[in-house]
């Protein structure tokens, strides 16, 4: 019953910019941690960004000051703000989300920062 739907992604240049969404449905993101994270051709997946139920974010260090996760909670939707991409932002973007011992995840989305 749990649903996470990404969108967002695309081909963008560096230094560009792109935000993401993550919709969910059949869990209350308010009352979750949601996190996205990416894995770039080759390699494994990684955490990216996540935000806790009471608000707290924590960011990976290669995004650090570049990009921002967010939620709407009236929209029960999460979003990955990401600016100043680079070409090592290239990878499928996963949505997150996390409810006691169960965690559900998104279809991903393609970001491809062209160099």
């Known amino acids: 019953q749990v649903q996470l739907a990404e969108s967002g992604g695309g081909l963008v240049q560096p230094g560009g910019s792109l935000r993401l969404s993550c919709a969910a449905s059949?869990?209350?993101?308010?009352?979750?941690?949601a996190s996205w994270y990416r894995q770039p051709p080759g390699k494994q997946r990684e955490l990216v960004a996540a935000?806790?139920?009471?608000?707290?974010?924590n960011y990976a260090d290669s995004v650090n000051g570049r990009f921002t996760i967010s939620r709407d909670n009236a929209e029960n939707t999460v979003y990955l703000q990401m600016n100043s991409l680079k070409p090592e932002d290239t990878a499928v973007y996963y949505c997150k989300a996390d409810r006691r011992e169960s965690e559900y995840w998104g279809q991903g989305t393609q970001v491809t920062v062209s160099s």
């Open positions: 935000v806790s139920s009471s608000g707290r974010t």
């Open positions: 059949g869990i209350i993101i308010r009352f979750s941690t």
